[in-house]
């Protein structure tokens, strides 16, 4: 196979012992396989588990970079100053507690190959785990975006790969929405959106994505503020 792609791998994680460090071999051994280079990055959120003492042994590895946050930031911004880090010419977000299967990272590395896309997500088919009030959410947060902006999101909130062109540029959003955000902007200049079926099964441990009230009223409020923002700037 071709070397010929360039990925910076972005893990956010909090309390992931049971599962971070299988997880992240495993994607590294993808990264081999397709990339001429690429750097991980995991941001440890302030754990109290064993994840910061497991994470211990790949600072001293060439292509990592690993951050422990002095305190919790919560996920918006835990992921948020992930994708700042990137510099690589493709992020690759990926969640590391158990929630996700890594072989899905090869699935969206290979449809980007296939479809030479700018944004390629991987596309929740079945959501095992999901309590009815996070399914009316996750419904929410793709329907609005599809009546207010004309974007059909897909899996916003899942794992996915971005061109780093489209992940830093200035966002209005700073809830979870940003990821939205993302997409609907690229969407709407013309860029490429791809998507592959992904398998998701939620743990009861680890990090997970948020999810609560306060996330959901901030990220409405986020929607209204782009909405106005794209008409002003149409």
């Not at 991980?40 to 003492?53: E, K, P």
């Not at 290979?110 to 785990?129: F, M």
């Not at 441990?205 to 149409?234: E, Q, T, V, W």
Request: with cysteine.
């Amino acid at each position: 196979m071709n070397k010929k792609l360039s990925i910076s791998l972005i893990i956010p994680t909090y309390n992931d012992e049971e599962t971070i460090i299988q997880h992240v071999r495993r994607c590294e051994d993808i990264l081999n396989k397709y990339c001429d280079s690429f750097e991980i990055i995991i941001a440890d959120d302030n754990s109290w588990d064993d994840t910061r003492d497991l994470l211990e042994k790949f600072k001293i590895k060439k292509n990592y970079t690993i951050i422990f946050n002095k305190q919790n930031l919560g996920i918006t911004a835990n992921v948020s100053q992930l994708y700042s880090l990137a510099q690589k010419e493709l992020i690759l977000f990926y969640s590391a507690d158990g929630d996700w299967e890594t072989k899905d990272v090869e699935n969206l590395i290979s449809t980007l190959l296939k479809t030479n896309a700018d944004i390629v997500i991987g596309k929740r088919i079945k959501k095992i785990g999901y309590t009815p009030y996070r399914r009316v959410i996750s419904f929410l947060h793709k329907f609005i975006p599809l009546i207010l902006f004309g974007v059909n999101t897909i899996d916003p909130g899942g794992i996915k790969i971005v061109r780093k062109k489209l992940a830093h540029i200035k966002l209005v959003s700073k809830s979870q929405f940003f990821e939205a955000e993302i997409i609907i902007r690229a969407k709407r200049k013309g860029y490429r959106i791809s998507s592959h079926p992904v398998v998701y099964k939620k743990n009861y441990y680890g990090s997970g994505r948020g999810g609560g009230l306060s996330d959901a009223i901030h990220s409405f409020i986020d929607i209204l503020r782009l909405r106005i923002y794209l008409f002003n700037h149409n």
